[in-house]
Nanobody
Framework: QVQLVESGGGLVQAGGSLRLSCAAS??????MGWFRQAPGKGREFVAV????????IYADSVKGRFTISRDNAKNTVYLQMNSLKVDDTAVYYC?????????????????WGQGTQVTVSS
């Protein structure tokens, strides 16, 4: 069983930056990415990246502000979040799949992390 462990969440003021990390316990997954869930809302797609980083997909709400990247030697994916807004406040979940980028973008990948809280204050 692959475990995904997130880190890097916290409290930041609007306009600030945070970097989230997610490490996979055993293997280099083909597709890795991030979802988020704000209070009272459903889980929504944020960004995904393919194994060789040749393909990245972002939600419109984060384009130009967030950057997803990965280090396969460390089985780790990162989410650099800049120009944070109050609306970015959510629990951020790492998501991974051994085969399909398409499955990941719809939240149907094989593995989920436990989540890390990001709070942006005004």
């Amino acid at each position: 069983q692959v475990q995904l462990v997130e880190s890097g969440g916290g409290l930041v003021q609007a306009g600030g930056s945070l970097r989230l990390s997610c490490a996979a316990s055993t293997v280099t997954l083909f597709a890795m990415g991030w979802f988020r869930q704000a209070p009272g809302k459903g889980r929504e797609f944020v960004a995904v990246v393919s194994r060789n980083a040749g393909s990245t997909i972002y939600a419109d709400s984060v384009k130009g502000r967030f950057t997803i990247s990965r280090d396969n030697a460390k089985n780790t994916v990162y989410l650099q979040m800049n120009s944070l807004k109050v609306d970015d406040t959510a629990v951020y979940y790492c998501h991974g799949d051994p085969r399909s980028l398409v499955a990941l973008t719809s939240g149907r990948g094989a593995y989920w992390g436990q989540g890390t809280q990001v709070t942006v204050s005004s």
